[in-house]
């Protein structure tokens, strides 16, 4: 396997690790898209949401978020961050700057689809901002949301590439 294979593997393993799966990804695609795209196929979203996760800025921010959260977690970062990241406290802002760097990559779709589903938090996205469990995601929902906002730029970008053709 090739490094930057590896890598993608080890991401992949990061967000089963935390209760994610790429299905779970693709879903959110697939809210935030199925009025707007004809026939749209949870193979569509699985698709777009694999080649987001290919690319390594996002394999980054991956990395960097669930590192923080297991850290928050295992009480090994000093407070009073501690308590901001394990609580999730709105005026935080640094999740949602990481999350912003994968959906920069996608353009300003990206930006107002990560915005919309960071809101509503549909799917996955409840069950990891709930805190009954016990688990951190404080960074992970906003990474999960902001995969699923760019895997959705992706998709609008190619349906708009497929209309300006056939006109």
Do not use: W
Not at 69 to 98: F, H, M
Not at 140 to 162: C, M, P, T, W
């Amino acid at each position: 396997m090739t490094k930057k294979g590896a890598m993608k593997e080890h991401c992949l393993n990061l967000l089963n690790e935390r209760g994610v799966q790429v299905e779970d990804i693709a879903e959110l695609v697939y809210f935030l898209q199925e009025k707007y795209v004809d026939d749209l196929s949870m193979e569509d979203c699985l698709a777009n949401v694999d080649k987001v996760i290919s690319k390594r800025e996002i394999q980054n921010a991956i990395l960097t978020g669930v590192t923080l959260d297991k850290a928050a977690e295992q009480g090994l970062i000093e407070q009073p961050l501690l308590d901001i990241i394990l609580e999730d406290e709105g005026l935080y802002g640094v999740d949602e700057v990481v999350a912003l760097s994968i959906v920069n990559v996608y353009g300003s779709i990206g930006f107002t689809n990560y915005g919309y589903i960071d809101k509503l938090k549909p799917g996955i996205l409840e069950k990891l901002n709930d805190k009954s469990s016990g688990a951190c995601h404080t960074f992970l929902d906003d990474i999960v949301g902001a995969i699923a906002a760019s895997a959705s730029s992706r998709l609008a970008h190619a349906e708009a590439h497929e209309e300006e053709e056939g006109s």
